[in-house]
Every structure is written in structure tokens, then in C-alpha cells.
């Protein structure tokens, strides 16, 4: 991919309180030529956004926390206003992979789909903890009911944006319940769409700082009040 | 007519009046008529006040037995309202709320951008606390 054309992406990352992770994370993505990537710390109350900046990345900083889909709406709204043409949206504990940002963006730079979702169950790539797996199942039989898309993957942080479809997000659900409202988002849009296979690694650290499985109640109780309420 | 149904009969229909008052100078709709119900809500306060057999007569045709758990009962749905109103306007509230931190943020980058040589704003409250 030619550096013209990686200049227009634009890799966005949430971060709440992931001083440790950011820096590692940050200068993988710089060193696997990816210049354009934007940190929005979250209201950390530790060094997050101080190790982000210091590693290379653009940093922006909400003055309060305001949940991870508040924070990436921030990014995407700053790399729209600096002539982003693909939005990728990159985790920030470090369990996403640089090396699977080709695949993901390049059908988007090519105009062939508008949306690139990750998928970790597309070819079988990666180990999904069991009980993770079936909460995800869970969340993805939901997310065809609710959305109308037949995805393999739900909550998956991984994914790339075109230009139009990023100009037409518009995340209300600030927490993590965004996950689910992008892809109805997607849905409502009509524009074209692609999953592409892409590796998690559930590491110690992602795992620990990650969303418990009980955390799905809460996600599913501010989709439910999102959805009826707007 | 005990003295305790006068004085609470006037602050009701003084309520009324002052609601309405407060519902007539509103501009947007929604809110004058939430303020003209509240109103109705006092006068029929003070008209329970009034005649207090009504309410007794009314709990009787619903089939429920004391005029006071007729008004226990209001009360509990009257409760739930506020709260449910209440908790719109806390929704709308945290909406605002994230609209404003992220134009902040966004308006600090660019601010941070075009002047490179200027110190960046302190927006941790550490660094505000360690000073003499």
C-alpha cells in the first residue's frame, strides 16, 4: 500500500486508563507505517494520554470520561475534520494486531465496500476463550434480530470506515453499547459492507482490564433504553 | 369545615393559581402544558379537601376499599412520572454533556496545533493542585 495512501487513514483509539498498553500499542501501529494514529483519552486519571503523545500518536483529551463510544465518536469527528478518507477503529489494550489493517482497509480504500467489520470466528484464527464464545453467539443471533446483518462476530473494536460512512456515524450510546448501534448504523446506511477475518489475542492484560461477561447485561439494558428512546 | 381543610384548601388553590400563572408566560408548548396539568392536579387537591367523601365515593366505584389508598395509589403513579421525566432529562443532560467535552477536545488539538510554541492548556487537576 502506497504511503500516499495510508496518509488518508486515520486509525482511532479510545483509551480509558491504559497507560501501560498505549505507548506499545501506539508505536507498533507508527512502526508498521501507519502515520495518522489518533488517541482520544477518555478522562484517564493516569498517564494515558501523556505516554500516547510521547509515542507518536495525536492525542485528544476529554476532560471527563465519557464512555468508550463518546470517545470514538471524538476521533472520528477530528480525523473527518483532517481529511481522513478511511477511519479504522483499533482497541487500545493492545489485542489487536497492526498486521491485520491491510485486509481491513484496503476494500475501502479501493471503493469496493464502505465498512470493513473484523471478525475473529471468520476462519477460525485466534483462541476465543469458550465462555467469551458463547456470550458472543448470544450477541450476534441479537445483533441480527435487531440490525437485519447476519455478522460472525459482534463487539468486535476492529474495524474500517469509509469517509461517507464515518460523515453519516453518529454514536449517541456512550458507553459500549456503541458496538452494537454502529452496526445497525451500517445497516440503516445501505452502503456496502465486508467482514474480514482479523486475530484477537486475548492477552493477561486485555483480559484483565476487558469487559467481564456480566458487563453484557448493562450493554444490552443501554441498547435497549438507546433504541427506544434515541 | 375543620380549620386544617381551610388553610390546606387555600395553599392547593393558591398552588393552582400560581402554576398556571408560571404555565401563561412559558413560550414552548410542551412545558405550559405539563404546568397547566400540574395545576389541575392542585385544584383537585383542593376540591379532595373540599369534599372528602368524593374520594371515598370514588375508591368505592374502583373497587378499591379507603379513599386513602386511592390517593396512596396516585401517589405511587404520580412518583414513577417524575422519575421517568426525570431520568428524559438526565438521558438529554449526559447527551449534552459528551457533545460539549468533545468539542473541547477537539477545540484543544487545534489549538495546540496551529500554536505549537504555546504551552499546552493543563487539564489535569494535579498539575493545577502542585502549584505553591
Known amino acids: 500500500m502506497p504511503s500516499a495512501a495510508r496518509a488518508g487513514v486515520f486509525v482511532v483509539i479510545a483509551a480509558y486508563r491504559e497507560a501501560p498498553a498505549i505507548a506499545s500499542v501506539v508505536r507498533e501501529l507508527l512502526a508498521a507505517d501507519w502515520p495518522r494514529v489518533v488517541v482520544v483519552d477518555d478522562g484517564s486519571d493516569d498517564a494515558t494520554g501523556a505516554e500516547a503523545a510521547a509515542a507518536g500518536a495525536m492525542v485528544l483529551r476529554h476532560v471527563l470520561n465519557r464512555g468508550q463510544g463518546a470517545a470514538l465518536q471524538t476521533g472520528i469527528a477530528f480525523a473527518l475534520r483532517r481529511g481522513a478518507r478511511v477511519i479504522v477503529t483499533f482497541d487500545a489494550d493492545g489485542q489487536h494486531r497492526p498486521e491485520d489493517l491491510p485486509g481491513l482497509v484496503a476494500p475501502v480504500l479501493c471503493g469496493e465496500v464502505d465498512v470493513v467489520l473484523g471478525s475473529r470466528f471468520l476462519g477460525h484464527e485466534g483462541a476465543v476463550p469458550w465462555r467469551r464464545r458463547l456470550l458472543l453467539r448470544a450477541a450476534r443471533q ?12 459482534a463487539h468486535n473494536g476492529l474495524r474500517a470506515l469509509s469517509e461517507r460512512m ?16 454502529l452496526v445497525d448504523q451500517v445497516a440503516l446506511s445501505g452502503l456496502p459492507w465486508r467482514e474480514v477475518s482479523v486475530h484477537v489475542a486475548y492477552t493477561d492484560y486485555a483480559r484483565a482490564k476487558g469487559q467481564r461477561g456480566w458487563a453484557a447485561v448493562r450493554v444490552l439494558r443501554d441498547y435497549v433504553v438507546g433504541r427506544l428512546l434515541g | 369545615m375543620t380549620t386544617f381543610q381551610l388553610v390546606a384548601i387555600a395553599v392547593c388553590l393558591g398552588m393552582a393559581l400560581l402554576t398556571w400563572a408560571v404555565a401563561l408566560q412559558r413560550q414552548n408548548v410542551a412545558p405550559r402544558q405539563v404546568l397547566l396539568l400540574w ?7 383542593a376540591a379532595a379537601l373540599a369534599v372528602p367523601d368524593a374520594i371515598t365515593y370514588l375508591a368505592h366505584r374502583l373497587g378499591i376499599g379507603r379513599g386513602a389508598d386511592v390517593l396512596l395509589y396516585l401517589a405511587v403513579l404520580a412518583g414513577c412520572a417524575v422519575a421517568f421525566r426525570l431520568s428524559m432529562a438526565q438521558r438529554r443532560l449526559e447527551q449534552q454533556v459528551t457533545v460539549l467535552v468533545r468539542e473541547l477536545a477537539i477545540a ?14 493543563q487539564t489535569s487537576p494535579d498539575a493545577v493542585e502542585a502549584g505553591p
Open chain 2, 108 to 121: 484543544r488539538s487545534e489549538a495546540s496545533a496551529t500554536a505549537p510554541t504555546a504551552a499546552p492548556p
Open chain 1, 142 to 153: 441479537f445483533q441480527r434480530w435487531t440490525s437485519g446483518l447476519a455478522l460472525t462476530d
Open chain 2, 39 to 45: 395545576g389541575l392536579l392542585w385544584l383537585a387537591a
Open chain 1, 166 to 181: 464515518a460523515a453519516r456515524l453518529c454514536l449517541r450510546m456512550d458507553r459500549m453499547a456503541h458496538a452494537s448501534e
